[in-house]
């Protein structure tokens, strides 16, 4: 009870420097960008001196301010686009400012509809999406993706709202996973580790407020144990993750076998100032209508998602990823080698 307490603590401790130094680099972000876009509006509106006005400026900032990064051509034009976009309409001025610069110039480069621009804004400054991350989700589509498409859970009829809007927002589909990092020589462990590892990354890269608190997770029910395949605590949500990793397409029985794990996190883990324990099944592939009919009646939190192998990564190791059994095998190896060593 104690050593539970302590983790609560260290958490809610955790929680506020990092709101501390959100709302520190918010500030400063705001005031950054604003320079920027006055320094845009400056360079528009002498436009007509042509891509000399640019150069001079550049190398006059350059020499008046030398140890301030920021000032080169490139950025001086894509300050100048910029404030042409944000003049043109104010709502993406206002959500550009919850996020870096590097951020906004890749936004704005790379998506031309307002609509987008202002979600993919929001959606970094919730998600505290990295700028790699960002370039991924905008190359994925996950705005048609989330926004267009649809999110096989049960959340709206297991959760009270806000609770249910963001266990909806935190709901990715497809998840993208590249392991082409794997070296040519890997053998079945390194495999079945680097799939958790990569999943575990991704899952607090794209989820703001995501912490990790361990994988084959076990928790005693009766006389037998279990093992949860990867096991977080969200900050935001105030809520256990249990997550249950499927290298084969969706099943129905899955559903209930995560099921039993929220009852359990929930009964045993779970402290009274938390929120109900949230499920997440990782899959190969799933089918719409066998999602829906398998959570239908079940009045635990729980949500299907699929992940996606980077297309780069040889078919080989997309064939030979580890199975449920397979990693239940390990287990018992790992078990056994763990008594034999303790006698």
């Known amino acids: 009870m104690l050593e539970k307490d302590f983790k609560k603590i260290i958490l809610k401790i955790k929680s506020e420097i990092k709101n501390t130094q959100l709302e520190i680099f918010k500030e400063a972000n705001k005031n950054l960008l604003k320079l920027y876009y006055n320094l845009g509006q400056i360079i528009y509106e002498n436009s007509s001196w042509g891509n000399k006005f640019i150069d001079e400026l550049a190398i006059e900032l350059k020499v008046s301010f030398p140890n301030i990064k920021g000032f080169s051509v490139r950025n001086l034009k894509n300050m100048k ?25 890749l936004i704005l480069d790379k998506i031309k509809d307002d609509e987008k621009r202002i979600w993919y804004m929001n959606q970094t400054a919730i998600n505290g999406w990295s700028y790699d991350v960002l370039a991924l989700q905008i190359k994925s589509k996950v705005y048609e993706r989330q926004v267009l498409g649809d999110k096989p859970n049960n959340f709206r009829d297991t959760l009270i709202s806000p609770q249910s809007d963001l266990a909806n927002e935190i709901m990715k589909d497809p998840y993208i996973l590249n392991l082409t990092s794997l070296k040519e020589n890997y053998i079945e462990t390194e495999l079945e580790q680097a799939m958790v590892e990569k999943i575990k990354t991704v899952l607090l890269e794209l989820g703001n407020g995501f912490s990790f608190v361990g994988n084959q ?28 990793l499927k290298n084969t397409k969706f099943k129905p029985e899955y559903a209930g076998k995560i099921n039993f794990y929220l009852s359990a996190v929930d009964d045993i883990i779970k402290s009274d100032l938390d929120n109900p324990s949230i499920g997440i099944i990782l899959c190969r592939e799933k089918d719409k209508f066998s999602v829906e009919y398998a959570l239908k009646d079940i009045n635990k939190p729980i949500g299907v998602s699929s992940y996606e192998i980077s297309k780069y990564m040889p078919k080989d190791i997309i064939d030979k990823l580890p199975t449920e059994e397979d990693i239940n095998l390990h287990i018992d190896i790992d078990e056994t080698i763990e008594q034999e060593g303790e006698k």
């Open 81 to 105: 686009k910029y404030y042409i976009e944000c003049n043109k309409n104010q709502f993406v001025q206002t959500a550009s400012a919850q996020i870096p610069w590097s951020h906004n110039v």
């Open 217 to 244: 997770y076990k928790i005693t029910v009766g006389n037998e144990d279990y093992f949860i395949d990867m096991l977080f605590y969200h900050t935001k949500l105030h809520c256990y993750i249990v997550i249950e």
